[in-house]
């Protein structure tokens, strides 16, 4: 392989591996340090204030509170991807659990089949949503702030007088209340690493072929041992509890799929693209409002997914399901794991990112029995503190020349 001497190359060894990480980070390429960084520097935290928080039955509710929340941040990440917002997602949440438990408790309708009619909902009301803004171009701002009002109303309507329901069906409940086995557990963890493997190996080969530089030995080796440490302890870990909980294996599968869909697919090309420069992206061809109304309807699809997992969990759904803090906190999930909010730039790993960070405060703040004041002003702050890092490494990407 001959090396393009217009772009800048990476020195061999340790001390060039210092070099090439000082450059980035100078320029703004941060990737997912800071999340990663901040992670860690909030479990020392907590841990250092209750020694129960890094307990395995504590990270077992950890990750079964981050799944319903994390799936609505998937399609919050499409939609940021964009440019764009969806401010109706909790709503959207709430409202295709209140459909699928009023078909399934008071309609007599089989499980599969309420679960099905939830998800079409959400399918819905994200094509009522994206067509109105594409075809009426009304900020999706402005849409999805009417409809966060008016599929609040049509939750209540749908729940009725009595304004809770609660479920029963196994179908449902097991969703999110059903643990693998021990050897289930590991035997999911081995085909991860393998899929990651294979994935990886792929990717490496077609570098080379294209005649592009791959990353030295070393650092393939390091990455991969990241990945092996941080799958199998975690499958070793929720093993010492109750296991690998579904619901969390339902949150991965939509990351995988849907970062799958972005890396790999036109669609998610074409995504980027609109988000990065819309009307360049007219200009090549690309139907950006096609593009746009897909977002919207996945986002929604995502949500009735994330809405669904939730009511699993709580058993019921009732007059809050979707509201409080859920918007919220999958926005927030989106934009702390790294997803910019001025579009064309993110991955939907930042949904598992960002869901754990904000996760692990509100679970970290629950066990110090901290007021939900100071919950809610410090998980302001964090978002804060990530919107900042976004626009300040937006800023040297763009003196650098890579914005």
């Known amino acids: 392989m001959v090396d393009d001497p217009r772009l800048l190359q990476e020195q061999p060894g340790l001390a060039g591996f210092f070099t090439g990480l000082r450059r980035r980070v100078s320029q703004g390429e941060l990737g997912v340090l800071p999340v990663v960084v901040g992670l860690l520097v909030i479990c020392v935290i907590f841990q250092i204030a209750n020694n129960n928080f890094l307990s395995a039955r504590n990270l077992t509710n950890l990750v079964l509170q981050i799944a319903a929340t994390g799936t609505i941040a998937v399609g919050v990440v499409l939609v940021l991807l964009l440019g764009e917002i969806d401010l109706s997602v909790g709503e959207v949440s709430g409202l295709c659990a209140a459909v699928m438990a009023v078909l399934n408790v008071n309609a007599g309708w089989p499980g599969p089949l309420a679960i099905a009619a939830g998800v079409l909902t959400g399918v819905g009301v994200g094509a009522v949503q994206g067509l109105w803004v594409t075809r009426f171009r009304v900020p999706s701002f402005v849409v999805t702030l009417a409809g966060l009002l008016a599929w609040q109303g049509l939750r209540l309507k749908v729940l009725g007088g009595t304004g809770t329901v609660n479920l029963t069906d196994a179908t449902i409940t097991d969703l999110a209340n059903r643990f693998l086995p021990n050897w289930a557990g590991w035997l999911v963890g081995l085909l991860c690493v393998a899929a990651y493997l294979g994935n990886l190996?792929?990717?490496?080969?077609?570098?080379?072929?294209?005649?592009?530089r791959t990353p030295s030995w070393g650092a393939f080796g390091g990455q991969i041992a990241i990945v092996v440490i941080a799958v199998l302890g975690a499958v070793a870990i929720l093993n010492a509890d109750r296991g690998v909980p579904l619901a969390v294996l339902f949150f991965l599968g939509f990351i995988v799929v849907f970062d799958l869909i972005l890396r790999l697919t036109r669609f998610g090309r074409h995504t980027f693209a609109v988000g990065g420069n819309a009307e360049a992206a007219r200009r090549a061809g690309i139907s950006v409002d096609g593009i746009r109304?897909?977002?919207?309807?996945?986002?929604?699809?995502l949500a009735a997914c994330g809405g669904i997992l939730a009511a699993s969990r709580l058993l019921a759904v009732n007059q809050s399901s979707g509201g409080g803090d859920v918007l919220l906190n999958a926005i927030a999930a989106a934009v702390i794991g790294g997803t910019s909010l001025f579009g064309g730039r993110g991955s939907v790993w930042a949904a598992l990112l960002g869901a754990l960070v904000i996760g692990a405060i509100s679970n970290g703040m629950d066990l110090l029995a901290l007021a939900s004041s100071v919950k809610f002003m410090i998980t302001g702050g964090v978002l804060l503190l990530a919107v900042t890092i976004d626009a300040v490494s937006r800023r040297g990407r763009e003196a650098a020349g890579r914005a």
Not at 201 to 212: N, Q, V
Not at 293 to 301: C, D, E, K, R, T
């Open 293 to 301: 109304l897909s977002v919207f309807i996945l986002a929604s699809a």
């Open 201 to 212: 190996a792929i990717s490496r080969r077609r570098r080379m072929a294209a005649g592009l």
